[in-house]
């Protein structure tokens, strides 16, 4: 119980120093900065769900990060909808193209799932690329409204934007952290941990794998809807390869399958690119190196690593414990032995 | 008739894995199937589970016929199952790895999961007091809050049991439960199995240590090359020409 009310602190702590921030930190650029990583953190949470705790590495993510960004723009600028309605069915369409999506890639396993997902997410990104009447192509796509006021909340400064995409982060992690200790939480990393005994135990891995794969593509659509709203401009480039890396970047770093991990990551990996930054393309030269040792000797990143850490402390307390209680037993079991044994030579 | 298998064949391409068997598994018995290695004791298995699709033949459970029926489908049946590898995740506590067992008996949905309804606090309940329930049968009560990286090999083996027992089955299939594990403990684990029949399940087992078979087995199926050759008592199978000469191989005159 004291471990779960010290988690609860850290957690209050971090949600306060979130909220404070903008407050103390009057540097705007450093606010942005922060934003951004929030909706890129609501993002990897959505990578994180299918491919840290069901077992699929989808790589269309990036993908499905630029329909919600794009749709976004397009039914509020071309369409002419009223923000939060587009903020809505955006997320719902992208949401049912996932469900298509993953109807099809959800036969494959495995490596092969990458591939073909990898594949689903360059496709998305050439339709972007080349539809030049829908999205603008390589232009890109301009003039998208900020988030439309609500009651009497408004969304024009900076600061208010970031709070807008806090409350949306802070929103996922809940659900996150709910579904994880639930029972479909575990029905999900039972298919992880292997799909072969989760079948025979009843389990109907194909409706679990496209439920947690559908609701990841959700999580996924907000950060793109988010992105589009926030950044106010678009270009095919957010549906590349090189989106989708960054994302698994910043889980990997962080740690997969573990809920702290996107947050951790994310942070870690884009301050100390921005730190970096008067490198150049060099700074790929320690990043590359890093990131390779840290798959190395942290295979489940910093979260993951530090989870490990904390509970081979405890199992090895466990076993101390029990050794001196043993022990102790054993000592007793003598003292007794060796009493009788004088009682009766009296 | 409790599980009947009629002409089943199944063919990997060119192999003929499982070759016209015909065999029941009698209701409250311990079935025993044995046969040399790749005889395709685990691919009968794997067929009678559903992990699998025969190329042809019937199997009917309880009358009703499941041969088109999906894995999952017969667990809730009552059709469980252990693997040679435990399979088990070896990162988890053993109760966190057999709360999973009793979902199938649960109905509670994402949403639920999301809103914490009193269902899913219900279910959760129910899983829960199942896992404790089957912790207590299989004796592994103690090491419930263990992580499975850090049992022994009996342990896991009943954790895996345990986490079979859960799904509320009728039918248990045991593949190779005894592997890899010492003549203590096989002792200790033919004891179980032996309880379980007490408790009124059915056990289908595949095991290569003969000494335990013979000791608990009520009926053996002996598989050479996918084909059934022999099917009897311990003491028929022991003394069939047939099976000592796919045991040891050549004429069994000697």
Redesign the interface.
Known sequence: MAILEKRRLWLAALIAAAILFPLFVANGYYVHMMTISFIWMIAVYGLNLFAGYTGYLSLAHAGFFAIGAYALGILTVKAGWPFWLAFAAACLLTTLIGVFVGLVALRTKEHFFAIYTLCVGYIIYLIIDKWDSLTGGVRGFIGIPAPADIGPLSFQTPAAQYYLVLFFLLVVVW?MH??VY??????Y??IR??E??????????MKNKL?SFV?SVFFTSLAGALYASFIRFLGPDIAYVSVMFDFLTYLLVGGIGTLAGPVVGTLLVTFLSQQLQFLQDYRMLIFGPVLTLLIIFYPHGIAGGII?LK?KRG?ARRLQLEARQASAELAAASRQERSERYAKEG | MFLRVERLTKRFGGLLAVNDVTFSIEQGKINAIIGPNGAGKSTFFNLISGLHRPTSGTITFKGRDITRLPANERAKLGIARTFQTTHLFEQATVMDNVIIGHRLRTSSNLFDAILRTKRHRREEQACKEKAMEVLDFVGLTDVADRMVANLSQEQKKRAAFALALATDPELVLLDEPAAGINPDETEGLEELIVNMVQRGLTVCLIEHKMSMIMKIADRIMVLNYGEKIAEGTPEEVKNNEAVIQAYLGGSAIA
């Open positions: 659900i709910r579904l639930s029972l479909t939480g575990r029905t990393i039972a941990n292997s072969e005994l989760a079948l025979t135990l009843g389990i109907s891995t439920a609701l490990r509970a199992e």
